[in-house]
């Protein structure tokens, strides 16, 4: 406690480590004053006065006695956020009594302090956030993607898509935002995929066919999942982008049902075929052969593929595509073996690449599937491990 004679001597001294002692208590007084009225407006007087104080220390004294305070008198604050760039940043970063209209006015004009100091704010609306980022600072545009709390625009995370993929800080701030839309997030896929393909160590490191290889699988990979997550919240426009550029081919169809991005596929189908999206999950689901190899013909498939996606839907029916490796296997597995024996080995033209395709993924999924079985069965099994008699005769290997 201190009496008002003692708080008029300190705010008048000439020392001004005792006018910012005053100013603070003056400040704490104000926001827990609960008494006369007159008493309160002589204490908002001496807050107003504090302002035109010409020691920095005084005025940085009132400012943070009202810095947190939802109840701080708003013409002060505004007053103390056009004052030194200490105190101002302090405001602008921190206090609730700002609304929109005041920050982004500042931003317009700010320099790079104050724009870091606004951008820390506890709560940026999407307002607040794209007149940041449209001040092109690329760091404050950058941790503002990184706070999961900041809503953007989903036509400026495309901006920043298009501006900044090639940056790799920007893309991993993009992609790690559930917000992005999937033609973004495709964008910054092909320009990782580009940035991977040209780095040395990795180009170093694997033969530029298997490179290739991984790569390409990883593109289709990326495109199904993605495409995945829009049709499940209903997004448009991703799937009709992809079949007017043209990107939509046999191998990304069938990656897409290997990988058990069944409801993109589906999707895919009813874009292909023009037929509703509800009609085509009714046929995939539940449809006959004919009816299946109608729809596919629909998708201006040759009759062996047309023939192929229908025994790939006949065997997917009975499996667990979306979460089980080990039935991805099996219906590769299948359909490579039903192709063999109905053709008898001498696969058609048109099915070669979709061949030598499930070729390929038997062997991934296999690898998949057969991880950890062995380790599994040896904590269970209690035998021991039967191996054939070893001859005299040693097999010699030429050297490498």
Do not use: W
Request: glycine content about 8%; proline content about 2%.
């Amino acid at each position: 406690m201190i009496g008002y004679q003692e708080f008029a001597r300190l705010s008048q001294s000439s020392d001004s480590d005792e006018r910012g002692h005053a100013a603070h208590l003056a400040a704490l007084a104000y926001l827990g004053f609960d008494g006369p009225a007159d008493e309160h407006a002589a204490l908002y007087a001496a807050l107003v006065s504090f302002l035109d104080d010409p020691s920095v220390k005084v005025r940085a004294a009132l400012a943070y006695g009202l810095l947190h305070a939802e109840r701080a008198p708003r013409p002060i604050l505004l007053a103390l956020m056009h004052d030194s760039g200490v105190i101002a940043r302090a405001v602008l970063q921190y206090s609730p009594v700002l609304v929109d209209a005041d920050l982004v006015g500042m931003v317009h004009t700010a320099d790079v302090e104050t724009l870091f100091a606004i951008a820390q704010r506890d709560k940026i609306s999407r307002r607040l956030a794209r007149a940041l980022i449209d001040r092109a600072e690329d760091g404050i545009s950058l941790g503002l993607l990184r706070r999961s709390d900041v809503e953007i625009d989903p036509d400026l995370l495309d901006t920043l898509a298009n501006r900044h993929g090639q940056d790799a800080a920007f893309r991993g701030a993009l992609l790690a935002r559930k917000d992005l839309g999937g033609h973004a997030r495709l964008l910054l896929v092909k320009h990782a995929t580009d940035a991977l393909r040209g780095c040395r160590m990795v180009s170093g490191a694997l033969a530029a066919e298997r490179l290739n290889s991984i790569l390409r699988d990883g593109n289709d990979t990326a495109i199904s999942a993605i495409g995945e997550g829009e049709v499940c919240r209903k997004a448009q426009g991703y799937v009709e982008q992809l079949v007017g550029a043209e990107r939509l081919n046999t191998r990304l169809l069938l990656h897409a049902m290997v990988t058990g991005h069944v409801m993109f596929f589906a999707a895919c189908v009813a874009e292909l075929a023009g037929v509703s999206q509800t009609k085509t999950y009714s046929i995939l689901e539940s449809g006959s052969r004919p009816a299946l190899r109608a729809l596919f013909g629909r998708c201006g498939l040759s009759a062996a593929l047309c023939g192929l996606f229908v025994r790939l839907i006949m065997h997917a029916r009975s499996a667990d595509l979306a979460d089980d490796v080990a039935a991805r296997h099996f219906v590769v597995t299948a359909l490579t073996e039903d192709l063999i024996a109905e053709y008898e080995g001498d696969i058609p033209t048109d099915l070669e690449e979709a061949f030598a395709y499930l070729g390929e993924q038997n062997i991934a999924l296999a690898r998949k599937a057969a991880r950890g079985v062995m380790a599994a069965f040896a904590e269970t099994a209690v035998g021991v491990l039967s191996l054939p008699r070893q001859e005299d005769e040693r097999l010699h290997l030429p050297a490498a």
